[in-house]
Every structure is written in C-alpha cells, then in structure tokens.
C-alpha cells in the first residue's frame, strides 16, 4: 500500500472526524547519506505501535490514529513514516500527530543506521528529539 493510498484509506475510515493531521517522514540526504536502513523485532515493534496509538488517542480524544513505518532498506526522498490522527477538533489531531511522532522519534522499537561514502553508522536519538519527548511526560 503507497503512501496516499494509506492516508485516503484512513481519511475514508474516519468519515465522522472533523479533522486530520498526518506528517510524513521521508529519508534526508543529509551527510551525504547514501541509504537509510531500519530493522526490527516484529513481536516488540507492532505491540509497541499499537500501545503508542492507543495512548494517544486517548490522551487527545482522537477517533483514530495511524501508524505506519517502513522497515528495509530506503534511498533519500523515499518515505519512511506517515503518522495520521482523526479527532473532532483539529488541535487534537495535531496534538496527536506530534505526540506520535516524538515517540517515534525516540522512544521507538526500530533499529536505524545510514550507509554515507564511508560506510554504515547506526543511528541513535539526538538530544533535542530525548528533550522533545520529555514534555509529554
């Protein structure tokens, strides 16, 4: 499933909502980054996701949320994540988006790493994404 067939399914889903909010993440050419590779332990990522959904949507009354990230082997200005809420009002659906996201970001179950001209290096959370998760706590 594309992208935007992703998001029209979600948005068809939630015909009741009075708003989405989706952001999509794509793979930067940054450092001269050649290649984004991200893996995972299926059992921990897809419960995780699940439980991260849920706590937002209730968090921010939403009536939905998705989750949605690529694992493999990614090329720069591929997709890599789209995150989308549904809720009655559209701050919640904001609201839930970057909750999602900052969770994402750097609390997440996905292992990461770049290919750049000098080889692989595993990637970890920069401090801002650390001090970005901290304020929903």
């Known amino acids: 499933m594309s992208v935007g067939e992703a998001l029209a399914a979600f948005n ?8 989405i909010a989706s952001f ?8 001269g980054v050649r290649a984004l590779e991200l893996t995972h332990y299926e059992p921990l ?3 995780g996701m699940e439980e991260l959904a849920e706590a937002a949507s ?17 090329r720069p200005g591929e997709p890599i994540v ?6 009655r009002h559209r701050r919640n659906a904001f609201a839930g988006v970057d909750f999602l996201m900052d969770h994402l ?14 080889g692989w290096h595993w ?12 304020r929903w706590k």
Do not use: C, N
Not at 82 to 87: G, Q
Not at 123 to 134: C, M
């Open 82 to 87: 789209l995150v989308a809420t549904a809720a």
């Open 45 to 47: 990522t897809l419960r």
């Open 12 to 19: 068809a889903a939630h015909g009741e909502a009075g708003g």
């Open 105 to 118: 970001k750097s609390a997440t179950w996905l292992w990461k790493r770049e290919r750049r001209v000098d």
């Open 123 to 134: 990637i970890a959370p920069r401090p801002e994404d650390l001090t970005d998760l901290e």
């Open 58 to 74: 209730a968090r921010f009354a939403l009536d939905g949320a998705l989750v949605w990230h690529r694992i493999g082997t990614m």
């Open 24 to 31: 999509l993440g794509k793979v930067r050419p940054d450092g």
